[in-house]
């Protein structure tokens, strides 16, 4: 069965440095989505991603984090000068569309510490 | 807007027993509602779901959930708890548009006492 894919795993990185974490969608999949998890917390929307462009992204998405779809098959999330508070579990999450487009596909996680 | 609560935030209970995890949201619109599971240090795995159609949905390792619109509860019951069900479980909502996000609700811990 086709799955979202996430990597890496865990990633550790200093404070102040920019960092990329990389998903790769279900393949005919065509809208892309990143959640984060902070530690003992909700699940919380970031951003969504459709046609190539950011179709909405929550407050927590400010001007630190960017999201791109390099090619045809990989989407990332940029976050370009980390803070301690960017630690937590990103998912990376994707859905078709027509037949089956309410169901979003979450992939594994990418667990981020920021030192 | 659409926002989802989960009442208590750990639920215990013994093998065996009937598990219930208590789901209310809130939408303006008709709803699609899901359970997620995540369990220790993995990722979220979508139990359920409903959409349109019957209310009653099964789900993966005998879960089942009841869409009630008139109560908006999407509450969550397995007949008999067993060691794996002991996780983190997520009750969420989502509205169907072109560029729609789902709202994930804070969150139950099921523990299963042997």
């Known amino acids: 069965e086709p799955e979202v894919t996430q990597t890496p795993s865990h990633q550790v990185t200093q404070m102040g440095q920019e960092v990329i974490l990389r998903c790769v969608p279900i393949s005919n999949h065509l809208y892309f989505y990143w959640y984060r998890q902070i530690l003992g917390q909700k699940v919380e929307f970031l951003v969504s991603f459709y046609n190539n462009e950011i179709s909405e992204k929550s407050e927590i998405f400010d001007d630190q984090f960017s999201v791109e779809r390099p090619d045809g098959s990989n989407f990332t999330l940029k976050i370009r000068s980390t803070k301690l508070e960017d630690s937590a579990m990103y998912f990376c999450a994707s859905r078709p569309r027509g037949v089956g487009g309410e169901t979003q596909y979450f992939g594994p996680g990418t667990r981020l510490l920021v030192l | 807007a659409q926002s989802v609560t989960q009442l208590g935030s750990h639920v215990s209970v013994s093998e065996g027993a009937l598990v219930l995890l208590r789901c209310n949201y809130s939408s303006s619109v008709p709803p699609y509602l899901f359970w997620y599971v995540q369990y220790p240090n993995q990722g979220l795995q979508l139990l359920l779901k409903?959409?349109?159609?019957?209310?009653l949905v099964k789900g993966i390792n005998g879960f089942e959930a009841e869409f009630k619109k008139s109560e908006t509860s999407f509450h969550l019951t397995k007949p008999s708890a067993h060691m794996s069900d002991a996780a983190e479980y997520f009750c969420?909502?989502?509205?169907?548009?072109?560029?729609?996000?789902?709202?994930f609700g804070p969150g139950t811990s099921l523990s299963v006492i042997p």
């Open positions: 409903y959409t349109t159609g019957a209310t």
């Open positions: 969420a909502v989502s509205v169907l548009a072109s560029y729609d996000k789902v709202i």
